[in-house]
């Protein structure tokens, strides 16, 4: 089960060399990273966010989705990294890769991923501006995205 | 069972977790949060968005009319933010 749930920032490239290293039956890698903007909903700078996780409940969520995902799209590989705690504005949160035999398969399934961990992996956002703290509220356009997906 | 509360949820209610045994009757998810809004100010002011409040039983989604009857660990949180 490739996924996992750290504190520390993550290195793309790293990642994808392990990912891909003595492989030749592969033809596609797709990488998506999500990185903290510097501006909160409410348009105030963002200095940071803090997210708060569901121990245990995430690494089983996003495994049942990695399963998912590599099964649906047949995948030669796929990873899910996923920050918590306290990170800056400009700094990763979340990385997503996955590798197949063609492309397709492989923007699909990290498309899936993505839309999958943001409406059912148990995260969530706090933004720090000046004024304070506040809680991230959910967007239907991520339901929105997630529905699209159910066959 | 073991009751778990994230994010505002956790914020209102005031605490991250306890323990809780139900009284006879509280067959579902949606019927523990109405039993849990009876408990006081800060549980019906955790629990005052009602339906958009989600939950999980033993680390499972669990929608509200899910029985809650064997569950070890129920979780309550807001809509999830990640990624």
Not at chain 1, 61 to 84: K, S
Not at chain 2, 44 to 73: S, T, V
Request: charged share 30%; net charge negative; with cysteine.
């Amino acid at each position: 089960m490739a996924v996992r749930l750290q504190t520390e920032p993550f290195d793309l490239g790293a990642e994808v060399a392990r990912l891909t290293e003595g492989r030749s039956d592969i033809g596609a890698v797709v990488t998506f990273t999500g990185i903290c903007r510097n501006r909160a909903d409410s348009g105030a700078e963002l200095v940071a966010l803090t997210l708060e996780h569901y121990p245990g409940m995430v690494e089983e969520e996003l495994g049942r989705i990695e399963a998912e995902a590599r099964a649906r799209w047949g995948l030669a590989d796929a990873l899910v990294v996923h920050r918590h705690g306290r990170i800056l504005a400009g700094e990763p949160i979340v990385l997503v890769v996955t590798v197949a035999p063609h492309r397709a398969a492989a923007f699909e399934a990290a498309e899936f991923l993505m839309d999958y961990l943001k409406t059912s992996a148990p995260f969530w956002k706090q933004e720090e501006t000046a004024v304070g703290r506040s809680w991230v509220a959910s967007k239907a356009a991520d339901d929105l995205a997630a529905e699209r997906w159910k066959k | 069972m073991k009751l778990l509360y994230f994010a505002w949820v956790r914020e209102r209610v005031g605490r991250a977790e306890e323990e809780a045994e139900a009284p006879a009757g509280v067959g579902t998810v949606a019927e523990l949060i109405d039993w849990l809004r009876g408990r006081g100010p800060e549980y019906e002011h955790a629990f005052e968005a009602g339906p958009a409040i989600r939950a999980a039983i033993d680390k499972r989604h669990a929608r509200p009319d899910a029985p809650i009857a064997g569950a070890r660990e129920i979780a309550f949180f807001p809509p999830m933010t990640g990624g």
